[in-house]
């Protein structure tokens, strides 16, 4: 009998995985567990990810089953994350949104940051940080989390209140900031307060961010819709998703290439798609990978923070994080009384914008490449962003008491007449709406029906010239597969009345069918079934009704003859199976 030998991970099973795949595979099941737990006590899944990061960090599992190497896999699978996120923040980014929302942006983004930076680069400076130094430190402390921000708004059911344009407001303007800082950042950190050569840097930087804004403009407005509608044509869809990651890559390499960020190569490269007819089928492609990449991202911040250090000065995270929520929470509010919001909705802004937020944790990143500060503050900083994003919902519960208080003290409402939202706006702004499914004639004639009753109605449609024709009159339209749960999401079919898909083609109905019973079980749905064997597969998929082409056709013929025939009507037989 052969001796037993003791398992260990190493060398047997690291020769039968890959480091770095026993890694992930740990890293995913453990979020999914995070995440469930999370989620039944209302917390932010960002800062379930971040702390799913640090528990396996300070486990000892990272070691054991990739070690550094796999770690640093991890990290750059994470960049390829944050890429996406910023490709993903270009593509959401209209300047007839920032137009819309441009006291908002401008004066509410602008006053917060401003105090934002002034106080949190003062409280540097008073810790004997250089100039340099503590200005990133208060860029870091002052920006939010737009997801989380948004999503409290959506779980609330508040995303079109005042309160949530003021919130997406600030978020704009703090994003299209951090775009232009992350390009100065080296050069900030490496001058770090010396004169000499200064300006000849900044003007280096300047003329390589002209020629890539330059080149930008030349591929958005000649080339990409071009090849976008070449790809469209060939009715492609994995060949579309394709060139969908590849000008996202293509155009942060050149960002790359002319020593400027990554990350606003992939922010321009979002922005240069973001004015036609095929971003919402972009988003409903890229949001699954943003997601899984964006996951990476928060964990690998996760495992840079060493847990051991942050309890020694524990009392500094908690003192910063307290000090971090309760700034921004006066600043915000009051600059939302300021501009003459409601108290509720400059409270609520604030409490969802307190914490610091996903490019917080990316511009701490960065700057500790750079060596910009000692190891121990990097964890301080790391720890009381992550603490502050998952207090937000406890902040949120707060906000009633808050607004009483507010009330007490006489604060006067808001002043009523706000503009008229842009077309954007009003899209994701749509409530008690139809959704059409296709914009052929039956969907034209649905269309017409609807309008006349007074029902806004939302277009899905994948024919890229129908699309820009009703962009152009204003319809609110999504170029978007009906077959991606993302589609739904961007369509509002939470806040729709009924669902209509006026195209006969089975699979296709079935795939969206199935999701959107999952999203909402109680929605109305309408459906065409161009043979009767299809009647009965869209009925048990929770169809109310169905119109069969075949039974439809028939009818159809038979009142002709017998109009041409001068023949008379015969009573009516019993339905058949085919009209069942």
Request: overall charge positive.
């Amino acid at each position: 009998m052969l001796p037993a030998v003791p398992l260990k991970f190493s060398p047997m099973l690291a020769e039968a995985l890959p480091p770095l795949f026993s890694l992930l595979a740990v890293l995913l099941l453990a979020v999914v567990g995070i995440s469930l737990l999370l989620i039944k006590f209302r917390q932010s899944l960002l800062a379930g990810y971040f702390l799913c990061g640090v528990l396996l960090a300070n486990s000892g599992l990272v070691t054991v089953l990739g070690g550094v190497e796999a770690e640093g896999s991890v990290g750059r699978m994470a960049e390829f994350g944050v890429m996406l996120l910023m490709f993903t923040l270009g593509l959401e980014f209209s300047l007839n949104e920032l137009r819309f929302l441009r006291r908002m942006a401008l004066r509410g983004g602008g006053w917060q940051m401003g105090w934002g930076l002034v106080l949190g680069t003062g409280a540097g400076m008073l810790m004997g940080m250089g100039w340099a130094q503590a200005l990133v430190m208060g860029t870091a402390l002052a920006l939010s989390s737009t997801a989380v921000s948004l999503k409290m708004f959506e779980d609330l059911k508040l995303s079109g209140s005042a309160g949530s344009r003021f919130a997406l407001g600030i978020a704009i303007f703090q994003d299209l900031f951090v775009i232009g800082f992350f390009v100065f950042l080296p050069l900030l950190l490496s001058v770090g307060g010396a004169a000499d050569g200064v300006w000849w840097q900044v003007l280096l930087v300047c003329a390589q961010g002209a020629a890539f804004v330059g080149i930008s403009v030349v591929l958005a407005r000649w080339v990409i819709p071009k090849v976008l509608h070449l790809v469209t044509k060939s009715r492609n869809d994995e060949l579309f998703s394709l060139t969908v990651i590849g000008l996202c890559v293509g155009l942060a390499m050149l960002g790359g290439l002319l020593h400027l960020s990554v990350a606003l190569g992939a922010f321009v490269a979002g922005l240069a798609v973001s004015g036609t007819i095929y971003k919402h089928r972009i988003l409903s492609d890229i949001l699954p990978l943003k997601h899984l990449f964006l996951t990476l991202f928060f964990i690998s911040t996760g495992l840079l923070v060493n847990m051991p250090v942050v309890l020694q000065h524990l009392p500094m995270v908690l003192g910063m994080t307290a000090a971090l929520l309760l700034g921004k929470c006066l600043i915000i509010t009051g600059i939302g009384l300021r501009l003459r919001l409601a108290s509720r909705d400059s409270v609520m802004a604030a409490a969802t914008l307190a914490s610091g937020g996903e490019f917080s944790l990316l511009l701490l990143q960065q700057a500790d490449r750079l060596q910009a500060w000692p190891r121990d503050l990097q964890q301080i900083l790391l720890g009381s962003i992550a603490l502050s994003m998952s207090l937000v919902p406890f902040m949120v519960k707060l906000v009633p008491w808050i607004t009483r208080g507010l009330g007490k003290m006489g604060r006067s409402p808001a002043v009523s007449g706000t503009p008229d939202a842009s077309a954007l706006h009003k899209t994701k702004s749509l409530t008690g709406h139809a959704i059409i499914c296709g914009y052929g004639p039956v969907g034209q004639r649905l269309l017409e029906t609807i309008q006349r009753a007074g029902v806004p109605a939302l277009i899905i449609d994948l024919n890229p010239d129908t699309v820009r024709r009703l962009h152009k009159h204003g319809q609110p339209v999504l170029f978007a597969d009906a077959s991606h749960r993302e589609t739904w999401e961007l369509a509002r079919l939470s806040h729709a009345r009924l669902v209509a898909f006026t195209f006969p083609d089975a699979s296709v109905v079935a795939t969206a069918l199935s999701i959107v019973r999952q999203m909402q079980p109680e929605i109305p749905l309408f459906a065409r079934a161009r043979f009767a064997s299809d009647i009965a597969r869209l009925q048990l998929l929770g169809v109310n009704d169905v119109v069969h082409d075949e039974f439809e056709s028939a009818r159809a013929f038979e009142k002709m003859v017998l109009r041409l025939c001068d023949l008379p009507t015969a009573t009516d037989p019993p339905d058949s199976q085919a009209e069942k």
